[in-house]
């Protein structure tokens, strides 16, 4: 069942926007989840995986919907997998995110700590 609050949302787009029920829980639905997906990384050097396991995102429709950020990633080859290969393209990822990093390939993407202690530093 609707909440009122939904019920009333959804008179009022269908009466000043002419946006249909359908259309507004897909947006809702599909705001969430990028919602989720963004509080994985939240920072230049962060870095995690994100399952976007709900067959519906197989879908061009659905994709298109999505944050550029994220979408750029769904490429056809990361669509639809079995368990078994989702789980070895996140191990070869997870690998590969777990190398250490040199500051001198940092340079440029992010902050060194004397950056963070002295803020003025980076605006110069």
Avoid at 16 to 26: G, K
Avoid at 96 to 101: K, R
Wanted: a positive charge; aromatic letters at 6%.
């Amino acid at each position: 069942t609707k909440s009122r609050p939904l019920t009333a949302r959804l008179e009022y787009l269908a009466e000043t926007c002419q946006i249909n029920e359908a259309d507004f829980i897909t947006f809702d639905a599909i705001r969430q989840a990028a919602q989720c997906a963004g509080r994985v990384i939240r920072g230049k050097t962060d870095y995690g995986l994100i399952i976007f396991a709900d067959a519906r995102f197989n879908r061009v429709d659905k994709r298109n919907k999505l944050p550029t950020w994220i979408g750029q990633h769904m490429t056809e080859a990361h669509l639809n997998l079995s368990t078994d290969m989702g789980v070895m393209i996140s191990r070869r990822f997870l690998k590969l995110m777990a190398q250490p990093v040199s500051d001198e390939d940092q340079m440029g993407v992010a902050l060194s700590q004397a950056d963070l202690k002295n803020p003025q530093r980076v605006q110069e």
